[in-house]
Nanobody
């Protein structure tokens, strides 16, 4: 089992940047695929991005492509989400999630992830 803790959220203005972190503890993190999801008020949780266990593959939602970058440091048991050119529509609670998966296929459905963090709030003002 793995425990996930997100950090780095906050209140920023449109056009600003933020970097979220997802710190893992427990089992060997390097075997886990990690995804980022977000949930805006009144909306369903949606896929943002995910990274394979060895960083060989990443996928992004169209809404964040070119602005967000996911990366990981397995030595630090941490996955990062660099968010640039933030927009008000990026306002949401951001969650990281993990599943133990050795391959490079990227899962986009939240049902495919077994472990979740508590979330961190990102608010972008116009």
């Amino acid at each position: 089992q793995v425990q996930l803790v997100e950090s780095g959220g906050g209140l920023v203005q449109a056009g600003d940047s933020l970097r979220l972190s997802c710190a893992a503890s427990g089992r060997t993190f390097s075997t886990y695929q990690v995804g980022w999801f977000r949930q805006a008020p009144g909306k369903e949780r949606e896929f943002v991005t995910a990274i394979s266990r060895n960083s060989a593959n990443m996928r992004y939602a169209d809404s964040v492509k070119g602005r967000f970058t996911v990366s990981r440091d397995n030595a630090k048991n941490t996955v990062y989400l660099q968010m640039n050119s933030l927009k008000p529509e990026d306002t949401a609670v951001y969650y990281c999630a993990a599943r133990d998966f050795p391959g490079n296929f990227i899962y986009r459905s939240e049902d495919q992830y077994d472990y979740w963090g508590q979330g961190t709030q990102v608010t972008v003002s116009s």
